[in-house]
């Protein structure tokens, strides 16, 4: 199976931007459908963006709609995570992920932690005001 490495994370002022990178290796990166996650302290996970295998879909949580862009280079083996304009409730513990199986392939299944079935480590993003 594929092992992902997030890195990217930092400190930045409200208004700022940030580029998060996830890194695959072991098995065919492009196999998989990819998203994004993010855990804020004393909350539950909350999905960000999805991908498709060939980067030719996406899909955004309306929190991140028009300041974030998910983007995939199978020949590198990366996915990112463009984010701009960033808020200080965007502070957070950021994941990528590999979707596993989805009995009915859509924006339900995508953006549900529990459908993903690899993970990387995080990397934190911190949006001071």
């Known amino acids: 199976q594929v092992q992902l490495v997030e890195s990217g994370g930092g400190l930045v002022q409200a208004g700022g931007s940030l580029r998060l990178s996830c890194a695959a290796s072991g098995r065919t990166f492009s196999d998989y459908r990819m998203g994004w996650f993010r855990q804020a302290p004393g909350k539950a996970r909350e999905f960000v963006t999805h991908?498709?295998?060939?980067?030719?879909?996406?899909y955004y949580a309306d929190s991140v709609k028009s300041r974030f862009t998910i983007s995939r280079d199978n020949a590198k083996n990366m996915m990112y995570l463009q984010m701009n304009s960033l808020k200080p409730e965007d502070t957070a513990v950021y994941y990528c992920?590999?979707?596993?199986?989805?009995?009915?392939?859509?924006?339900?299944?995508?953006?549900?932690?529990?459908?993903?079935?690899?993970w990387g480590q995080g990397t934190q993003v911190t949006v001071s005001s």
């Open positions: 991908i498709s295998w060939s980067g030719g879909s996406t």
């Open positions: 992920a590999a979707l596993g199986y989805c009995s009915d392939y859509g924006y339900g299944c995508y953006a549900n932690a529990a459908r993903y079935a690899i």
